[in-house]
């Protein structure tokens, strides 16, 4: 089966900057999106960023914009989130997750729901 596999969290200061990864093992051919997840302690799960397996839009929560950029590698079968200006409150779990099928199930790209394949997760402190 296809797998994700977060991996570069990690301890930051504040204001610091980190880069997370997704890699994805197996056929990717029915990719059509990859989101970006995160969940504080305590805390729903929350969208915060994504972007389309081909072609080039990508999509922000309002939280991050500017501060964080999502890419992708096809050819290495890899998503990416930058991180920067990092704040304490951007502390927590991030998850990618794979959206493998091209029709939505509930409104917009930000909806858990709409992803059907997800990683571990991968930790990311940032401390003051």
């Known amino acids: 089966q296809v797998q994700l596999v977060e991996s570069g969290g990690g301890l930051v200061q504040a204001g610091g900057s980190l880069r997370v990864s997704c890699e994805a093992s197996g056929r990717t051919s029915n990719f059509y999106g990859m989101g970006w997840f995160r969940q504080a302690p305590g805390a729903e799960r929350e969208f915060v960023a994504a972007?389309?397996?081909?072609?080039?839009?990508?999509y922000y929560a309002d939280s991050v914009k500017g501060r964080f950029t999502v890419s992708r590698d096809n050819a290495k079968n890899t998503a990416y989130l930058e991180m920067n200006g990092l704040k304490p409150e951007d502390t927590g779990v991030y998850y990618c997750?794979?959206?493998?099928?091209?029709?939505?199930?509930?409104?917009?790209?930000?909806?858990?729901?709409?992803?059907?394949?997800w990683g571990q997760g991968t930790q990311v402190t940032v401390s003051s």
């Open positions: 972007i389309n397996w081909s072609g080039a839009g990508t």
């Open positions: 997750a794979a959206r493998t099928r091209i029709l939505f199930t509930a409104p917009g790209r930000a909806a858990a729901a709409n992803y059907d394949l």
